[in-house]
Nanobody, 117 residues
Framework: VQLVESGGGVVQPGGSLRLSCAAS????????MSWYRQAPGKERELVAR????????IYTDSVKGRFTISRDNAKNTVYLQMNNLKLEDTAVYYC???????????WGKGTLVTVSS
């Protein structure tokens, strides 16, 4: 099983980034997919989650209206479009897969997003 995140980098406040997570080794279309983040000195938090069919999504309040999670089951890939980035969005972003809505079975190694002026 592999989850490989990409797309992180350094961006100015107000900028945009698109994260990708390529999955392999499991039945991607049967899993809910999530993006979590962990800022320095803080606990890992859920950012967004998408149902296996892409028909339902949830977001943490701080990113609602700015971030969009999506998936392409044909490409075994989940995305996180991040717009209007803020300094407090700086964190390592992790992709996760869960066979149930609230469970997490697999994790990626993370990609660093730095929002800095």
């Amino acid at each position: 099983v592999q989850l490989v995140e990409s797309g992180g980098g350094v961006v100015q406040p107000g900028g945009s980034l698109r994260l990708s997570c390529a999955a392999s080794g499991f039945s991607f279309s049967n899993y809910a997919m999530s993006w979590y983040r962990q800022a320095p000195g803080k606990e890992r938090e859920l950012v967004a989650r998408i149902r296996n069919d892409g028909g339902y999504t949830i977001y943490t309040d701080s990113v609602k209206g700015r971030f969009t999670i999506s998936r392409d089951n044909a490409k075994n890939t989940v995305y996180l479009q991040m717009n209007n980035l803020k300094l407090e969005d700086t964190a390592v972003y992790y992709c996760g897969a869960g066979s149930t809505w609230h469970g997490m079975n697999y994790w990626g190694k993370g990609t660093l997003v730095t929002v800095s002026s």
